[in-house]
């Protein structure tokens, strides 16, 4: 068996929602032992396992799709942080533990007495990655968020939509999923920096900061230009510029025409394709690709300034022809004549339908133990010595507390169940339904080393 | 021998070279402003994103262009063309000294060079290579050409952003401003790199990572993917929340200002509790309405009543400014947030709290410009912006002589093209 790039690294996961899920998630699959910290309150839906996908069907903590996913490739413990005992036994697994994640609002690792601080008395060389919103320093540290604040906090929102509209903002937690990749790639510079030093460190990253700098030109645009995003025509929905105001760059690449999504045969909700040209050369093949009607030889179109000036007209006709092909076959006829041509895809088309991520494998299929067999999501790049496959499900709750508590700290069976009944490891009001595994005594190594 | 350390940053001790366009170059600001050496390469006369606009001052020149400035911080810069055997010499020399080589040319276009992986692993073997293409190394899609919004259509991202019929109609699917394609794929390239790294740290070999745009964007679209594999529901657009299977309750409330607040405190289950907090607040401008009323106190009431409380605070957000709105929200423990432009971004005195905004110089003009910074703040190894944006071939002499290159000889190199 090939290892994995991580493989070495254990990580103790206290994260929650999607943004810390979805950082330790791709930590997990690249090879780490990503230990997930769990409660299992159903006030706090099981800590994210209910909710969501498939998640409503009374099926319990581990009948969650969504959690399936996001959870892949981790371990999961069940320890009450505030009860004495829980909090020796987290104490514990920190002197043998490389990276603390969380992704709280600021004060609740202090707030349980497991700070920085603490961490790094149990283990000097401790990585403590901490997502909050706003991060641990600044006057609004205490202030908390979701994805669609960090989205609209940060200035994302307002980029997305038509002018003189509402935003249209993002229709997912965009915010969620990168903020956890930048929570990953925090994780990642730090452990480069303790493998070439030998030094831990406390890295503060907030999500709202990481969402800033995804909008660098505009705010360069501000600070050197004194031009504020607040004006007419933007910002410029799909297009690069918005007609009939002044001309000039709205921060997304070249400024050019087509640049625009069609509607495409069929008019239903997905029925669209994006086409660009960013050079005369591919508007000339794309007027070539519609049979150079008349109106795609005027004069005012054959330069990229024309089509600007005149992009109301341009689009219409574009897309009194698009709207007579299908959109896989306009995008396939655009790509076959060097025209940039993309089908607006729907979930079900990406999983179904798209035969680029069919090719790569970004799906593929894995049977979990309660909710049966599905596609699970692979990782976008493929390392050529260590490949991560995604091949492990999301554990079920509480699973690995004998491997985990019984196998690195020595507890032993029995109090182990005692603290299924002591609210150690599992909620006094909480009942121990869908859990019987949590009472299969294991046979093998683990039993016997207690002996 | 202790190992040269470049920045401060926890990449310090890393060289990186960057060759191939736009696709890559926001993996490597950020790999440079963690403190690795990027070593960026452009065609002799510079790289084509220096076209991309805004420009300083609105001045339309090379090294003007605030695009190339935003994605370039911290990097060297050297010409060179691989189009000439002399430079492909060059290219290998320096590639054996680099930890990383990112690349964004078309797929084959290296090896066919003789500058693929397994040419520049044989005197490298340490050496990690990446290549960041549109659609990966393989597949039906390999070579098609592509956009930030091509991408965003195939990845997804616009087929779940845009508006409700009513407040739009007809409006087409959006996709959002901002190179958010292009950033998406560097966030995971950047991942792919450093786990690379570990690994040889580790084992001591380098490898090759075959990373793609669009598996990176398909990737990254939260719950909607799973609502299709789970529940085989199709999740559609609306105005300024999630995409969704069925109509959802509005999320982005317009202020007495004519900005927005984008909010959940509505969308998901609310408490009693939180409803007499939300009662508190709103009765201060006297438009609480009925929700101080005793029947809200019971939650099944409460839940079964969210169009009408729904209402009732929009009335209040439509009299209260959005800097109200969200101050008074957050402090009563609501994740709200303003729709904030760049512009209250840039003022907003928490991110100045954590240093985010930083002074970058640019010597060559006599001035200085504030920048974004950074996300993290790395206690033990600071992230930071050693330079602006380098130049059109301003380290040519510095790393060209790092490699050997007599001084003398870099204007041959240049009269022939090579630099």
Redesign the interface.
Known sequence: MT?K?????RVLDFTWV?AGPWCTR?LAV??AEVVKVEWPDPRLAFNGRIG???GAQGGGPNAG??A???NAEKLSITVNVRSPKGLQIIKDLMLVTDVVVENFSASVMDDWGLGYEVMRELKPDIIY?SMA???H?????A????????????????????PD??????????M???GG??G???T??????K??TG????????Q???G??????????????H????RAGY????RAHWPGTPL????????VAP???Y?TLGGE??D?????C?TDE?WSSLVALMGSPAWATDAQFATNVGRLEHQLELDAHIEDWTRTVEKYEL?DRC?AS??????????????EH????R??N??TPMTHPV?GT??M?Q????????P?PVSRHGPLLGEHNVSILGGLLGISWDEIQDGYRDGTLWPAHVPMEHVDYLFERPSGQLASREG | MA?ERFGN??????RVIEVGG?VGEWCAK?MAD?GADVIKIEPPGGAAER????F???IPTAERS??F???NTSKRGITLDLESAAGRELFRRLADTADVVLESYPPGYLPSIGLG?RELEGSNPRLVM?SLTP??Q?????D?????????????Q??????DEV??AG??????????AW??AG??????I??????R???G????????V???C??????????????????????????AANPSPR??F?CADGR?????MFGLRMSPQQLLVVADWFDQRGLAADLKDEKYQDPEALNGSMPHIIEVAERFFAATTSDEVYHGA?QR??????????????A????R??G?FVTVEHPELGRS?????????????PWSIRRRAPLIGEDNVEVFGEIGVAREALGVLRESGVI
């Open positions: 290892s790039p991580l493989e070495g690294v999607r791709w690249l090879g969501g996908a498939m799709g969504h399936n996913d996001q990655v919103g706003f991060g320093e600044g006057r609004h540290a202030y908390t968020t979701m994805g669609p604040s960090v989205q609209a906090l940060s200035g994302l929102t307002f980029l997305s939509g038509l509209a509402p935003p249209a903002g993002w229709g997912w937690s965009y969620d999923d990168t990749l930048y990953a790639m925090s990642l510079a730090a452990l480069h920096h493998q070439a030094e831990g460190q406390h890295v503060d990253m907030s709202v900061a990481a800033i700098t995804l909008t660098g030109p505009a705010l360069l645009d501000l600070s050197a230009n031009r504020p995003s607040r910002p410029p929905g799909n000039m760059n709205n921060y997304r690449g070249r400024t640049h625009n999504a509607r909700h997905f669209w394709c994006a086409i660009t960013a591919e995008m790509q060097g025209v940039p041509a993309g089908a607006v895809q729907s979930t079900e088309d990406r999983v798209d035969p680029q991520l090719a790569r970004l799906f909710i599905f596609p999501q990782a976008p790049f493929q390392l050529s010595a260590t991560v | 190992p940053g926890p990449l310090g001790d890393l736009e950020l963690l076209e991309i606009g805004p300083l001052d609105d605030l695009h400035w935003h994605y992986y990446c659609f990966g393989q597949g039906p899609w390999r098609y050409r592509t956009s930030d919004l091509v991408h965003l259509a195939v990845g997804g616009m087929g779940e952003c845009g508006y407040d739009v409006a087409p699917p959006i996709g959002p401003g901002g190179g958010n950033h998406t966030h995971y390239a950047f991942i792919g450093m786990s690379a790294l570990f690994y740290g580790v084992q070999a380098g490898q090759y990572i075959d990373a793609s669009h598996d990176a398909a990737l990254t679209t939260e719950g909607g993917v799973t609502q299709w594999i789970y529940n085989h529901a199709v999740v559609k657009r609306q105005t300024g929340r999630h995409a999320t982005q317009l927005y607040v984008n909010t959940l957050q423990g609501f994740a709200l947030g303003p729709v904030r432009a760049p512009e209250e971004v840039a907003d005195e928490h991110f709290d954590r985010f410009f504030e920048y974004p910074g950074a996300a993290a703040i790395y206690h033990a190894s």
